[in-house]
């Protein structure tokens, strides 16, 4: 029989981003709540290049997708901006992408308590 063990070490923090990557793709793309696309938001530069890296869903392209995304997390001036309709949604964009940026940094994994309080201080 083979192994069940997956090939790499799947954390909660990995979930936590991919998350975040989810809401973060939301508030730029989407218009509003009748789900209108809408070019008023701005994906960063490399947002492209990730989505066709995983794509591929290849050990290279997860590696590079991986690498784009990090670079994106760690950079001090990212290029994006959220559609006007969630503009209120920005400072939990921020601060999420901190909280990750910085377990990044730091070799560590984000944990659902930081993002949660991430979303409190968003929130309240």
Known sequence: MGSTEPPYDHRASDDLESLFYIF????????G???????????????????????????????ISGAL??????DTKPDYQVAPYFRNCSSMVKG???AIASTIRAGGDVTHNEIIEVIDQCLG
């Open 24 to 31: 973060f793709e939301f508030v730029i793309v989407y218009g």
């Open 33 to 63: 709540p009748e789900g209108d696309r809408t070019d008023a938001g701005v994906l960063p530069f490399a947002a492209t290049m990730w989505r066709q890296a995983y794509e591929t869903l290849d050990r290279e392209g997860l590696w």
């Open 69 to 74: 995304k990090q670079n994106f997390l760690t």
């Open 96 to 98: 999420w992408r901190k």
